[in-house]
Nanobody, 127 residues
Framework: EVQLVESGGGLVQARGSLRLSCASTAYIDRNTCMAWFRQAPGKEREAVAV????????YYAYSVKGRVTISQDNAKKMLYLQMNSLKPEDTAMYYCAAYQRKPWLRCLNEGAVYQFWGQGTQVTVSS
């Protein structure tokens, strides 16, 4: 079973930056879909960014596009989320997630398909 552990959250002022990290106990192979989700109090969970390991293509939520970058380091079994120009509305618990896709399917941004989840790291952006 894959275990994911997030780190890097914290309190930051608006327009600041944070880099979230996710350590995986398993190697991130070509069929592993990795993603960052977030959930704010009273709101639904949403996919922030998804990474297709097979071709390094990405998906970003419209609300964060241009401000965040998802990346991975396979050798270190790490996933990252670089967040810049943070806004108060980015305040949420951020989760790292992963699942094994069928080789002929693209990685999805729907949380229901993700099999493995971290415990989350809190990001709070003050105005």
């Amino acid at each position: 079973e894959v275990q994911l552990v997030e780190s890097g959250g914290g309190l930051v002022q608006a327009r600041g930056s944070l880099r979230l990290s996710c350590a995986s106990t398993a190697y991130i192979d070509r069929n592993t879909c990795m993603a960052w989700f977030r959930q704010a109090p009273g709101k639904e969970r949403e996919a922030v960014a998804v990474l297709n390991s097979v071709d390094d293509s990405t998906y970003y939520a419209y609300s964060v596009k241009g401000r965040v970058t998802i990346s991975q380091d396979n050798a270190k079994k790490m996933l990252y989320l670089q967040m810049n120009s943070l806004k108060p509305e980015d305040t949420a618990m951020y989760y790292c997630a992963a699942y094994q896709r069928k080789p002929w399917l693209r990685c999805l941004n729907e949380g229901a398909v993700y099999q493995f989840w971290g415990q989350g790291t809190q990001v709070t952006v003050s105005s």
